[in-house]
């Protein structure tokens, strides 16, 4: 069934999107909401025949907005020989039947578009899966607008059972069993996911996770730092499984950088569930390189977007490094600007490679840009820590007494601290209290 209406969709010719125009809202940034609903559109390959923005200032229950501005959409689409109607909220499955009974047409809501283009972009099994829990879950409650043969009974022979199910109980009851058991595959992979996280953990090179809005650039920039080939696209979005490449900087630390999903503006909690085996890479990275397009006229926007699903995520953004991208697409006047508005951040083209290696040596360094000889007292049981040291850091001395504990003066960088804090030498012990508190370095 739901395969089914995929396939219909990729039929539609045209499209008519209508926006919404909350209180809080400016009107500069709800034509800017339209603009991204247009292009999430065609991102599908369906053409934008209309559009409007609806002020809304009550919501109702039937069509959210008021029956007679629902008959004006109905008449625009009409006009402008729209095939569908596309919303760029999430309609409610009574709603989005009222519509469509309305209209005559497929009704479509932004959250149904994304799920329709994450479908487009799946490679793995894992995101085909979790692509298809998304949408089981969006369809479940619309069962009901999806057959027309709800009268239909299943029933057994006559006088030994009753009327039976209906056609659409027993479909509710497949849907149900097939979310429970794509629910227990993911659960399996991501076991395993664990695993291999836990094994790449041991490893001495820290981790970074390049997140950001999507179609920023950040693939683009995997690619120019790492000098891979991963699959770049102008398009919303092409990136939705986790790459991982290494990198060396210029102080010879290594480092392990992971493309991650691109963020968007009301990103359905359904699909940032089911895709928390990329979006984990965010929270989990020792540090984060927020990718923003710095050619976007609403790239504050887009920077607020980004720092709120980080914040959904529990992602730590104390060490994270700020790049301005499409540097190139920039007059003088505009970079100026963003210099003087975004100081600590690096400015980049992975066009032209201006500001890479600027932005490698940022990746080594200390928040505040001046590394300092620290002490740390490593434990023989903590031999893999020094290698982190070695591998990372800059060893100024290094000393062992008679228990194998090592006395170690190094530059590390920050993004390795956190592993190594808790070894930190204050007065001639670690930075950790007998009661398991660390003390103020």
């Not at 089981?136 to 299943?154: C, D, E």
Request: with cysteine; aromatic share 4%; glycine share 6%.
């Amino acid at each position: 069934m739901i395969d089914t209406e995929k396939d219909n969709r990729k039929l539609l010719e045209s499209a008519f999107i209508v926006g919404l125009r909350e209180p809080d809202l400016t009107r500069e940034e709800s034509v800017e909401h339209l603009a991204e609903l247009k292009s999430l559109v065609q991102t599908l390959g369906i053409p934008v025949s209309g559009k409007i923005t609806v002020e809304l200032r009550k919501p109702t229950p039937k069509f959210l907005m008021g029956a007679g501005k629902a008959e004006e959409i109905k008449d625009m689409a009409e006009t402008a020989g729209a095939d569908c109607l596309v919303f760029d909220w999430e309609l409610s499955p009574s709603q989005q039947r009222n519509w469509e009974k309305l209209t005559g047409k497929p009704v479509i809501d932004r959250r149904e578009i994304i799920i329709d283009i994450f479908a487009a972009r799946a490679s793995t099994k894992e995101a085909t899966l979790q692509i298809e829990l998304a949408r089981a879950q969006y369809m479940l409650p619309r069962l009901t607008n999806a057959w027309t043969h709800l009268s239909r009974q299943r029933g057994g022979a006559k006088g030994t059972r009753g009327e039976g199910e209906k056609q659409i109980e027993v479909d509710r009851r497949l849907v149900r069993k097939r979310i429970s058991k794509l629910k227990s595959d993911l659960r399996a992979m991501e076991e395993r996911r664990k695993v291999r996280r836990k094994l790449r953990g041991k490893s001495p090179a820290p981790t970074a996770a390049i997140v950001g809005y999507t179609n920023a650039g950040k693939t683009s920039l995997l690619n120019a730092l790492s000098g891979s080939d991963a699959l770049a696209e102008d398009k919303l979005f092409a990136t939705l499984d986790p790459v991982t490449r290494k990198i060396t900087t210029p102080h010879g630390m290594d480092l392990l950088l992971t493309d991650t999903v691109g963020f968007v503006r009301k990103l359905p909690h359904s699909l940032v569930e089911a895709f928390k085996s990329t979006l984990e890479e965010a929270a989990l990275a020792d540090f984060i390189i927020l990718t923003l397009d710095a050619s976007d006229p609403y790239m504050e926007e887009h920077r607020k977007v980004s720092l709120a699903v980080l914040e959904d995520l529990g992602a730590d953004t104390t060490g994270m490094v700020t790049v301005l991208n499409k540097a190139d697409l920039l007059d003088d006047d505009e970079r100026k600007r963003l210099v003087t508005k975004y100081p600590k951040a690096v400015m980049v083209s992975t066009t032209s490679g201006e500001g890479l290696d600027s932005l490698k040596h940022t990746m080594a360094q200390s928040p505040d840009g001046r590394p300092k000889p620290e002490e740390f007292l490593i434990p023989p049981e903590n031999a893999e820590l020094l290698e982190l040291a070695c591998k990372t850091g800059r060893v100024l001395s290094m000393e062992f007494d008679e228990n194998g504990t090592a006395l170690l003066k190094a530059v590390v960088p920050w993004s390795a601290k956190r592993r190594l804090d808790k070894h930190r030498a204050i007065n001639g012990r670690t930075g950790t209290s007998p009661a398991g508190k660390k003390d103020d370095a």
